[in-house]
């Protein structure tokens, strides 16, 4: 792998998780049915992404009951926050000596 | 990793926190819409004023019956065009966090003003109520502008500046009303068309 890569985060490789960890560096927190129409995915594959992105430290979730509903939001943490700059850090230095 | 692919990548990015953040489906129509009603109402505000055969509280009621109907007119209006911007772009119209921020920021400063405009129409104070419209008018445009089009500020600080020199100046309340509420919102319209609807 070519150098300027390594800070590349594989994490967030995939569409969704990137979408999942942008929403969230400019929202305070989302609940579960926001992030779902923003990001226009089933239930059961954004609790797949949000659930990896919690095992890895970067999102927190938050559980709690309107009425009967169950209700989770999310927002990111600050090694979450860490990672993403880190990721964004690295495609912009990727770009700027691909420009070359 | 390929450059157009991490530029795509970055162009995501951008969209999503954009969209996340920003109520968007607000359109200029409406707000060139909003602006005509408002310059009807300030003609029809002004026949009630002249007319002679009125008595002061009927006046009263007539104006306030006025605003009430503009008030629910103008919300209808901006509430079709931005459902119909919003399936035209294929975004979901609904009442997300976002969009409930956005109308919290914007509704507070309104129901404080609007409280304090009837206090002060029931103490016979009539000559302030046009600029202390205005005044939190824009202010509401302002408090709301970080959760839609920031430009929708301009509109906010146009309705403030207007209101400020209404209270100083007295005796012109429905002309001021009317560049404010009518004018305003048909430039902004016009421009906000041009900016971001045209194509």
Known sequence: MRDELKNINKAFESKVRLGIMSALMVNEELDFVSLKTLLELTDGNLASHTKSLEELGYIESHKQFVGRKPNTTFNITERGKAAFEEHLNALESFLKLSRG | ?199
Not at chain 2, 75 to 104: G, P
């Open chain 2, 1 to 199: 990793m390929e450059k157009s692919e991490a530029l795509n990548t970055l162009n995501e990015i951008r969209d999503m926190m954009a969209k996340s953040s920003k109520v968007l489906s607000l359109s200029g129509t409406s707000s060139v819409f909003v602006g005509v009603f408002a310059i009807i109402a300030s003609h029809i505000a002004n026949c009630i004023l002249e007319n002679e055969s009125l008595a002061q509280s009927e006046k009263t009621i007539a104006l306030l019956s006025e605003g009430a109907l503009l008030l629910c007119i103008c919300i209808t209006t901006v509430f079709l065009f931005s459902k119909k911007k919003a399936n035209k772009n294929n975004m979901a119209f609904r009442l997300d966090q976002t969009t409930k921020q956005m109308l919290w920021h914007f509704a507070l400063p309104l129901m404080v003003g609007g409280i304090l405009c009837l206090a002060l129409v029931m103490n016979a104070f009539y000559g302030l109520t046009s600029s202390m419209m205005l005044i939190f008018y824009g202010l509401a445009l302002y408090n709301a502008s970080s959760y839609t089009y920031s430009n929708a500020k301009f509109l906010g600080y146009a309705n403030i500046i207007l209101g400020l020199i209404d209270c100083a100046t007295g005796n012109h309340a429905i002309l001021f009303w009317a560049l404010g509420f009518g004018v305003c919102h048909i430039i902004y319209g016009i421009f906000f068309y041009f900016k971001h609807e045209r194509n």
